[in-house]
């Protein structure tokens, strides 16, 4: 309670001051810089007639942080939604307060080891170094859940996937633990590394089954079989707000411009907001103007 307190001091005397100053109305927390999610926002943003502000961030993490405390004025985020989950156990009013107003695209789990590693399974990183992240990034929070399902005792390492990748290389750590779309543009220059199946069949109750087919990476010579994490589009405006007009209007911009945009990143192809896809929420409530524009009971 009294870390939330500080956290709140420390917002208020911050926006006291205009450092977040913005005339932005709406206000998107992507990812990090190059991320897919910073591209997703992006190009919505382009379409918006509504001035429309990019954030960036360290991760998911820390977009539900922002989000749930409705820091540098952020109304929308990019989350994935086991953080909503994970943060549910900790934070009760979490359901009430972050509505979900779209499913989107599936997060891959990508497990790399180096090319000459002896590891060829999951079950294999038993008391190895693993990457996961750093703690306000996503793939913290789906490798701390994977790790307690398949029950393997590795050990977590928080670290940047940046800095992953040359400790990989240095052999200073034995996996890199990275949660993001296909293809992510942060592992193409990848090198000398290969990606394991995370297949275990008590994932599947959880985490969606998917695939990685070869050539993903240039460094990718077979299909890999992994478990995915839903990417849904939040909003921390209430259903009663003057706001709710802003969420029509990126809702709408999506709808309409869909078959525009998936002519251009190769993310938008697997964006989805078909009645379907919004069963695959696992009863998060949805925000009533979200209901209206996909005509959801």
């Known amino acids: 309670m009294k870390n939330k307190m500080v956290f709140k001091l420390i917002l208020t005397v911050l926006f006291s001051f205009g450092v977040f100053a913005s005339n932005a109305q709406i206000k998107v927390l992507s990812g990090q810089k190059g991320s897919t ?39 929308f985020a990019l989350l994935p939604l086991d953080v909503l989950f994970v943060n549910e156990l900790t934070e009760m009013n979490v359901r009430r307060n972050i509505k979900i107003l779209a499913p989107l695209f599936t997060d891959e789990v990508h497990l790399i080891v180096s090319a000459n590693s002896k590891i060829t399974t999951i079950k294999d990183l038993k008391n ?7 703690k306000s990034q996503g793939s913290s929070i789906t490798a701390r859940m994977i790790k307690r399902i398949v029950q393997v005792d590795w050990e977590s390492v928080s670290m940047d996937v940046e800095d992953a990748k040359t400790a990989l290389k240095d052999g200073k750590i034995d996996a890199i633990f990275y949660v993001g779309a296909k293809p992510s543009k942060i592992l193409q220059s990848l090198k000398n590394v290969r990606l394991l199946n995370v297949d275990d069949p008590a994932l599947s109750s959880v985490y969606p089954q998917t695939t ?7 460094w990718q ?12 589009l939040v909003t921390n405006i209430a259903e009663k707000s003057d706001e709710v007009k802003y969420i029509k209007e990126v809702l709408l911009t999506v709808k309409k411009n869909l078959n525009k945009l998936k002519e251009g990143n190769s993310i938008w192809k697997e964006v989805n907001v078909s009645k379907e896809q919004f069963k695959k929420i696992y009863n998060w409530p949805v925000h009533v103007a979200a209901k209206k524009v996909f005509d959801l009971k």
């Open 37 to 75: 999610y910073e591209m997703f926002g992006k190009d919505v943003a382009k379409h918006m007639k509504t001035k429309t502000e990019v954030l960036n961030s360290g991760g998911s993490v820390d977009n539900f942080i922002k989000i749930y405390h409705s820091a540098f004025g952020a109304n």
């Open 221 to 232: 010579k077979e299909d890999i079989k992994t478990c995915g994490i839903l990417t849904v």
């Open 128 to 134: 190895k170094k693993v990457a996961v992240g750093d």
């Open 212 to 218: 990685i087919p070869k050539g993903t990476y240039k």
